[in-house]
């Protein structure tokens, strides 16, 4: 502790504390230096967390594969420790936080033993922006580390920026995995058993403790933990909003720029559309982050949007020239892939990747792979993480310190049916409507059947920190702190719609830039629609379709209003709204009776 780099009480003390709880073997405060990252890159190749790409093919690259029982966020060991159940909302789960607490310490005690405990000082915002938040993560885990210095701002200018008296959110994290004297290590050290793993949010400390997986948003805990769990319930007190949405710049070929965020449920596309190749000529997209949004009023009345996080940790199967070319370009060096496929040339390879498999791989797992072995050589939500800054569409002010004024906001979801491509909110209200009604089909569904819908309002269902019904209640009183013409419009897209033979009937990717064309026209005033039950729709000639082969039936069929499909929907948005039960907002009754009324 002597050679900490900070003079901060708090944080000294409770630095401390961790130390007699965790009982690591030593102390490592990251510095957040390049240098600093090398080491431990070579520490993890060493001890077989980490296998090093070829340094031509992928400069400065790393693979790591996970144990097979980590692989994924674990929605169901996620709790939201609030003082009441009826805080946290039907939406998350709930334990007593006294009793979360004790039951916490006996897993943490002595977990980091013949471990290096890593202080991680890291920033979710640009420093100098008016709602930025320093973290500190304690982790046994540099795997976590180098992550977190690619998704974060991380190391000593975060500790100047505390100073003595600054205020932190504390982030404990432990692999679970404690080594015996002369334990040999593995190469993903985990908690197994996944009734063991722990997610755990503190709102009103506010804390978070993660204990057992040492994968992706379990434990790279400034993503989804901080910017969305807890952020969200400080957003609240402080009136503004974390949000699980891209932010994109959109220039078109006159010079006329408007920035756009977008909220869609995971595995919907977002990374894909945040740094999208417009296929319209002349039009320019800009990239400013592909997963969270922190949206604040400005002194001018507008809603700002900030991107909290420095990185991206896209899924990599389904990433291609096609998909997303300038991922493909961002993720060419200074990457950590986990749990893709290696190729024998020490290059990577996945599912949907547009070049042909390899003829032989290494697979996520560590075994031996072919392509007509019957496996996937990736694992489905294999990722990478790569620097923002490496996007070659990098927006010039995505770390503008006030963020950027949004001209609209889209929601979305995968619906096969009945929702249109594109639709426009007649009022505020009726936009935050849309927001809660959205819901994704899960994509397994075989081809041609509607897969499972699951609702999930806003794409916050596994992110907010607090009761939805309150959550939609914040979203409604926006036009009440605001001269609501200032608000962004609200929009509501669905690029997965297929017609009764299952046939895709949007394109999708580049040819999404036609949608954002129309976007742009109605916030300007001069796109073309025709008002509908369910909201402002284009007009058949108002999307720009130039160079498009789209015949008129699929045309027709993604720009109307199927009043039988939507009379179904409405219910089942009512019975998802019975879940919020008191705290559900009047508003949106209202917006439900108003729709069922339109739909006759
Ligand atoms: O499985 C994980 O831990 C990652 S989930 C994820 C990662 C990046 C962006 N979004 C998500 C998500 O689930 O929304
Ligand atoms: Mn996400």
Known sequence: MSAAPTTNPKLLAWVEEMIQLCQPA????????????????????????????????????????????????????????????????????????????????????????????????????????????????????????????????????????LGVGGAFIPCLHSVGAPLRPGQQDVPWPCEPDPKKKYIVH????????????????????????????????????????????????????????????????????????????????????????????????????????????????????????????????????????????????????????GVPAPATAIDWEGNDWTPDCGRKAAHPNSRFTAPAAQCPVIDPDWQSAEGVPLSAILFGGRRATTIPLVNEAVSWEHGVFLGSACGSETTAAALGKAGVLRRDPFAMLPFCGYNMGDYFAHWLALAQRTDRRKLPRVFFTNWFRRSDSGKWLWPGYGENSRVLKWVCERVEGTGQAVETPIGFLPTPDALDLSGLNLNGDDLRHLLSVDVEGWKKEVEDVAASYSNYKDRLPSALTEQLALLRQRLG
């Open 26 to 161: 030593g102390v490592h405060w990251c510095d957040g230096s390049e240098a600093e990252t090398q080491r431990l890159c070579d520490l993890m190749v060493q001890g077989g967390t980490f296998t090093k790409l070829n340094e031509k093919l992928r400069p400065g690259c790393y693979l790591a594969r996970s144990h097979a029982s980590d692989v994924a966020r674990v929605e169901d060991r996620t709790f939201i420790c609030a003082k009441t159940q009826e805080e946290a909302g039907p939406n998350n789960h709930w334990a007593d936080p006294a009793e979360m607490r004790q039951r916490l310490l006996g897993l943490f005690k002595g977990s980091m033993a013949g471990r290096t405990m890593y202080i991680i000082p890291f920033a979710m915002g640009p420093l100098d922006s008016p709602i930025a938040k320093i973290g500190i993560e304690v982790t046994d885990s540099a795997y976590v580390v180098v992550n977190m210095r690619i998704m974060t701002r991380m190391g000593q200018a975060v500790l100047d920026k």
């Open 202 to 353: 503190f709102p009103d400390d506010p804390s978070i403790w993660s204990f057992g997986s040492g994968y992706g948003g379990n434990a790279l805990l400034g993503k989804k933990c901080l910017a969305l769990r807890i952020a969200s319930t400080i957003a609240r007190r402080e009136g503004w909003l974390a949000e699980h949405m891209l932010i994109l710049g959109l220039t078109s070929p006159q010079g006329t720029k408007h920035y756009v965020a977008a909220a869609f449920p995971s595995a919907c596309g977002k990374t894909n559309l945040a740094m999208m190749q417009p296929s319209l000529p002349g039009w320019k997209v800009t990239c400013l982050g592909d997963d969270i949004a922190w949206l604040r009023l400005g002194q001018d009345g507008r809603l700002y949007a900030t991107n909290p996080e420095t990185g991206f940790f896209g899924v990599a199967p389904g990433t291609s020239q096609h998909s997303n070319p300038n991922a493909l370009a961002a993720i060419t060096r200074n990457t950590i892939f986990t749990n893709v496929a290696l190729k024998p040339d020490g290059d990577v390879w996945w599912e949907d990747m």
